[in-house]
């Protein structure tokens, strides 16, 4: 992820109509994603993005 702009879990939940508990099973599923700070995930959102874009069902396993 390196100094790319980063999103807390919950502002990418909200930014991308899901609640915080579809966005842990999105990390937790691609791992890509998110990096963990000091117990806190960071989303990357161009990585989120191309996740959200790439699959039609993944919120049919949340």
């Known amino acids: 992820m390196?100094?790319?702009?980063?999103?807390?879990l919950l502002e990418a939940?909200?930014?991308n109509g899901?609640?915080?508990a579809?966005?842990?099973?999105?990390v937790d599923?691609?791992?890509e994603?998110?990096?963990?700070a000091n117990?806190?995930?960071r989303i990357d959102p161009d990585a989120l993005k191309?996740?959200?874009d790439g699959s039609a069902s993944y919120l049919k396993a949340a």
């Open 2 to 8: 390196g100094d790319r702009f980063c999103l807390t």
């Open 13 to 15: 939940a909200e930014m």
């Open 18 to 20: 899901f609640t915080a």
């Open 22 to 26: 579809e966005m842990h099973i999105l």
């Open 29 to 31: 599923r691609h791992a």
């Open 33 to 36: 994603i998110a990096a963990n």
């Open 39 to 41: 117990g806190s995930y």
């Open 50 to 52: 191309a996740v959200v």
